[in-house]
């Protein structure tokens, strides 16, 4: 199996996170990990999702002499790298989850 390539610069957070004082106390810490900033790689769809509202907020905005398709011939090969980008970390995250989720 591939080698996560980023782990070592952004960690998940620590497997056995289970030592919980009540039901309440792991249910905010499930959120917190879930919600949290780390790893980053699970937020690499955002991207993507980000960049296609961006562009569909500002066609409402486009000059109306212009092309629908020439916006979208000019847009859509950018957004659609960074989703293959985001797709590709997505893909590595959920391959390392697979590892450790077969080992247990």
Known sequence: MLDDPLARFDPAHAE??????????????DAKI????????KWA???????A???????GWRRPERAL???????????GVGAAMGALAMLFSFE???QFAGKK
């Open 53 to 59: 509202g961006n562009v569909l907020a500002m066609i």
């Open 96 to 98: 390392k989850f697979a």
């Open 69 to 79: 398709r020439v916006t979208a011939r000019e847009a859509l090969p950018s957004l």
């Open 34 to 41: 879930a919600l949290g900033p780390q790893p980053a790689r």
């Open 45 to 51: 769809g955002l991207g993507a999702a980000g960049a």
């Open 16 to 29: 056995g996170h289970t030592h919980h004082l009540s039901a309440a106390a792991r249910w905010m810490g």
